[in-house]
């Protein structure tokens, strides 16, 4: 509790601007879905009651949705509120663990990977969900052995989907074998996400076709010299019915795609090594 009583002393510092006059920034910045724009909000919510609810010791709900305004809030990769996200993993709520995962997914560094693949190992599949989700975001070689079990042996389809397509930023035979393997797993879009990284990979079209893949796997020497950039898939938020009502306001331009954090270095890294 002393953590988190510190955690937040630092939140409510450095929101000094966000205490004092910033609401309308702060709720324009997490959308019509949770703010009205003025202060108020769908669900009555400001910054300071935000930060009050982040640290509340008898509400599941309140610290949940606390975490996933911070996430989405455009100073919600500040270092207090990154710390607050890393110390929320060890909350007794899954459904709050959840959440910092998700967090801790979109500003996180690199070196939150092996924190981050543990929750792989969950018994509660959103946690797993939202582990796997947030390594897709995150760029560590640690990540790969953790998401290889995890796409052959998690027993949820999602999850195994997903963590196919984390693996499209790793071209190592031993991902191209279980991407290769995954194309008969009984769902079809654990099939279709890894047909997907595997064309990611290496730049060839071949469908659930496993004896094509193999071959190929065979007949190259370069087996990921036609390797595409790796983008991880951003969500989209639907349009609300406010949304619709005041359909004369600007319409939220499509984000950009964003490749993980970490993964430039890792491609520098290996051009300079190849060239020695």
Not at 20 to 41: A, K, P, Q
Not at 165 to 171: D, G
Not at 242 to 259: C, G, I, Y
């Amino acid at each position: 509790m002393s953590n988190r009583i510190a955690l937040l002393t630092s939140i409510l510092m450095i929101g000094g601007m966000f205490l004092t006059g910033c609401d309308r920034e702060f709720n324009r910045s997490i959308g019509n879905m949770f703010s009205d724009g003025e202060g108020g909000g769908l669900f009555g919510q400001t910054p300071k009651q935000a930060a009050a609810d982040l640290f509340n010791p008898y509400d599941a709900d309140r610290r949940r949705r606390a975490l996933n305004l911070f996430s989405v809030a455009p100073f919600g990769g500040a270092e207090a509120y990154v710390k607050a996200y890393r110390n929320f993993l060890n909350d007794p709520d899954p459904t709050v663990r959840a959440a910092a995962l998700r967090a801790l997914g979109n500003h996180g560094i690199p070196g939150d990977v092996p924190t981050i693949t543990v929750f792989l190992k969950e018994k509660n599949q959103y946690i797993r969900y939202e582990a796997v989700v947030a390594l897709q975001r995150l760029h560590h070689k640690e990540a790969v052995d953790p998401l290889l079990d995890t796409l052959s042996d998690d027993e949820e389809a999602d999850v195994r989907a997903n963590a196919a397509l984390a693996l499209a930023q790793y071209p190592t035979e031993n991902v191209y074998r279980s991407l290769v393997s995954a194309l008969d797993d009984r769902d079809f879009f654990v099939v279709s996400s890894s047909i997907q990284s595997l064309k990611n990979l290496t730049g060839q079209s071949f469908g659930d076709d496993i004896p094509k893949w193999l071959e190929y796997q065979k007949s190259s020497r370069q087996l990921f010299a036609s390797k595409e950039p790796y983008y991880y898939q951003r969500f989209v938020r639907p349009p609300t019915w406010l949304d619709h009502a005041t359909f004369w306001s600007k319409v939220p331009e499509k984000p950009a795609p964003q490749k993980p954090k970490g993964i430039e270095a890792t491609a520098t890294n290996l051009s300079e090594s190849n060239s020695n």
